[in-house]
Each structure stands twice: as structure tokens, then as C-alpha cells.
């Protein structure tokens, strides 16, 4: 999606995002053209995840809920993954954050799958056996449930391999969990994101890139012409209308869809 943001400078200025929703049928078996069926614009601060509500509610009103909604990253949680299903009849692909932390990403030290999570008594169990002293429920920063564990720091300090697993001189070791059946969900997910089926599955979701930048070099959706989120909201819906009608026209004059394009050096490394 669009996200002019916000830029802090001596001369700040306010931007907004534009959350685009594309069909994405198979033209060929569902005979109809790629169109873009609901647009939301938002201030730039607001949390991409925090709109995908609002979009069910719009689309569901026009009869145009799916029942596979294919999300960006940004877009997806595990709160979501969990009650789409039950609650809208949605089945939500997207993908789930991998775990980006240091200890991850170098893979010396002990991540969130190292700990086992004894949910029945509230306690989280690390590599060595020790106990988490501490449970907390309450919400992250996106105002969504979650559980913060703590290791007392009389647990950890003489911990041979604390090193391993925080660099905290003065608190012992903490984590952020979902909720046991988010928790579940995200996990199962994150596995199978990495599988070529669940990649072929999101590939689907590739055409909105292109409606992003049809978006931009055609409406000129970079920069708003506009002060107020009414008419820029407006304006977008506007540039969704003419992105439409450009479909359409190609549509029913038998334009091909247009193939991603393969950069020069992906190329090179495919002949090689």
C-alpha cells in the first residue's frame, strides 16, 4: 500500500496512506478483470492492521467479501489468522513476522522457541529448566492482548550461560506472547510460509504490486493535491475509479495482463 508518512524535519508535513482491495481471480477462469473493489484512506500514523476490520465491514456490506483475503505483512496478525475464519468466513493468507531479534538472526543465543510455555501454570521455562517468575496480561503496543514473562534477576545473574539469552545487567530475561491459541496460530503459520504450496498460494497476491505502481505513474498517488483526509480520501477514490475504467477498456479489447517483469540481474543468475 501507499504510505506517504510522516517526515520529522525542521519543515515537517502530513501524509496519508492509501489501503487499496483487488480481486484477484484467475482472469481466465472467472472471466472477469482484476478491479479494485475498496479504498481506504488513512492518516500515515495508523497501523496497517488496524484498518483490516473496517475493510471487511465495507466489503461485506457490498457483497464483496472473500472468502481468501491475501494481506501484506503489515496487515496481518495473529489475532486476525484466528477469529477471520470463525468470525467472517474469511480464510486470511498473509505472512507472519519472523523472529528478527539478534539472538535470531545470528542464531547464538536463545530466541522465543528455546523457552517452553507452560500455559495451565503460567510460567515460562527456559533452556537450563529455570522458572519464570513473573505473568502479565495486557496489550502490546498496537492495543492488542498480550502476555509479558519475566525471570526474577536472582534467576538469571548467575546463569553460566546468561550471555546466551539477554544482555540486561539488572532485570532477568523477559518475552512477549500472544494468547495460547494466537500463539498457536502464528507458529503454525510461520512454518508454513516457508513451503513452496503456501508460496504458490500467495503468489496471487503479486497484481497489487502492479496496482500500486498504475497507481502512482498513472493518478500521480504519490502526493496529495489536497489538504484534509475528505478529499484526499476522495481524490482516492477517484484514481481507483480511473484504474477501473482502464481495466475495463483493456478488458474488453482483449489486452493480455501484463507479466512481472524479471530485473536484469535475476535474469543473469537464471541463465547462469
Given amino acids: 500500500?501507499?504510505?506517504?508518512?510522516?517526515?520529522?524535519?525542521?519543515?515537517?508535513?502530513?501524509?496519508?496512506?492509501?489501503?487499496?482491495?483487488?480481486?484477484?481471480?484467475?482472469?481466465?477462469?472467472?472471466?472477469?478483470?482484476?478491479?479494485?473493489?475498496?479504498?481506504?484512506?488513512?492518516?500515515?500514523?495508523?497501523?496497517?492492521?488496524?484498518?483490516?476490520?473496517?475493510?471487511?465491514?465495507?466489503?461485506t456490506s457490498k457483497n464483496l467479501l472473500p472468502s481468501e483475503h491475501l494481506l501484506d505483512a503489515g496487515y496481518t496478525s495473529a489475532e486476525l489468522l484466528l477469529t477471520a475464519p470463525t468470525l467472517r468466513g474469511v480464510?486470511?493468507?498473509?505472512?507472519?513476522?519472523?523472529?528478527?531479534?539478534?539472538?535470531?538472526?545470528?542464531g547464538d543465543g536463545f530466541g522465543k522457541s528455546a523457552f517452553t510455555i507452560d500455559w495451565q501454570a503460567q510460567q515460562a521455562i527456559c533452556p537450563t529448566g529455570a522458572k519464570s517468575r513473573y505473568w502479565t496480561t495486557g496489550v502490546d503496543d498496537n492495543g492488542r492482548d498480550?502476555?509479558?514473562?519475566?525471570?526474577?534477576?536472582?534467576?538469571?545473574?548467575?546463569?553460566?550461560?546468561?550471555?546466551?539469552?539477554?544482555?540486561?545487567?539488572?532485570y532477568g530475561r523477559q518475552l512477549t506472547v500472544c494468547p495460547q491459541e494466537q500463539d498457536a496460530v502464528r507458529e503454525r503459520v510461520r512454518a508454513e510460509q516457508s513451503t513452496d504450496e503456501w508460496k504458490d498460494r500467495y503468489a496471487a497476491r503479486a497484481g497489487v504490486e502492479g496496482t500500486i505502481h498504475q497507481a502512482i505513474a498513472a493518478a500521480g498517488a504519490r502526493r496529495t493535491r489536497?489538504?484534509?483526509?475528505?478529499?484526499?480520501?476522495?481524490?482516492?477514490?477517484?484514481?481507483?475509479?480511473?484504474?477501473?475504467?482502464?481495466?475495463?477498456?483493456?478488458?474488453?479489447?482483449?489486452?493480455?495482463?501484463a507479466r512481472t517483469r524479471t530485473t536484469r540481474l535475476a535474469t543473469l543468475d537464471l541463465a547462469a
Fill in 1 to 59: 500500500m501507499l504510505k506517504p508518512g510522516t517526515r520529522r524535519s525542521a519543515d515537517p508535513w502530513v501524509g496519508y496512506k492509501i489501503h487499496l482491495s483487488e480481486s484477484c481471480d484467475d482472469p481466465e477462469a472467472s472471466r472477469r478483470p482484476h478491479l479494485i473493489t475498496h479504498v481506504v484512506t488513512t492518516d500515515a500514523t495508523v497501523n496497517d492492521a488496524m484498518v483490516v476490520e473496517e475493510v471487511h465491514d465495507r466489503l
Fill in 91 to 106: 480464510s486470511v493468507v498473509g505472512p507472519v513476522r519472523s523472529n528478527n531479534t539478534r539472538k535470531a538472526v545470528r
Fill in 146 to 170: 498480550a502476555i509479558r514473562i519475566r525471570f526474577a534477576t536472582a534467576t538469571c545473574a548467575p546463569c553460566p550461560v546468561r550471555d546466551h539469552c539477554t544482555r540486561s545487567t539488572q
Fill in 226 to 257: 489536497y489538504v484534509g483526509l475528505a478529499k484526499t480520501h476522495l481524490a482516492h477514490i477517484f484514481t481507483a475509479a480511473a484504474i477501473n475504467l482502464i481495466r475495463l477498456d483493456a478488458w474488453w479489447n482483449d489486452t493480455p495482463l
